[in-house]
Nanobody, 125 residues
Framework: QVQPVESGGGLVQAGDSLKLSCEVS????????PAWFRQAPGKERQFVAG????????YYADSVKGRFTISRDDAKNMVTLQMNRLKPEDKAVYYC??????????????????WGRGTQVTVSS
């Protein structure tokens, strides 16, 4: 069974950086287009960043564009999310997801087949 496992969350201050990692077990990352989503208390899960099968295309929510960077290392079965200049509104549980979609439906939760359990990111002001 393919399983993404997130790590790297924590408590930081506004303006700090944090790097999230997602290690994929039970399968090859190269077969999927991964993404990061987040869910704040009382809110719906929302798309944060995605990366194409080849790694040649990246996609970001407007709220994180220019601050977050997604990358993939298929040899290590690893997806990372570098988060810089964190803001209190970035506080959420961050989830790694693996999708097998085609086209531009990278922000659609229903296109993702496997989900991690999430890692908490808290940003204090």
């Amino acid at each position: 069974q393919v399983q993404p496992v997130e790590s790297g969350g924590g408590l930081v201050q506004a303006g700090d950086s944090l790097k999230l990692s997602c290690e994929v077990s039970g399968g090859s990352l190269s077969r999927y287009a991964p993404a990061w989503f987040r869910q704040a208390p009382g809110k719906e899960r929302q798309f944060v960043a995605g990366i194409s099968w080849s790694g040649g295309m990246t996609y970001y929510a407007d709220s994180v564009k220019g601050r977050f960077t997604i990358s993939r290392d298929d040899a290590k079965n690893m997806v990372t999310l570098q988060m810089n200049r964190l803001k209190p509104e970035d506080k959420a549980v961050y989830y790694c997801a693996l999708g097998s979609y085609t086209g531009n439906s990278y922000a659609d939760l229903s296109e993702y087949d496997y989900w991690g359990r999430g890692t908490q990111v808290t940003v204090s002001s």
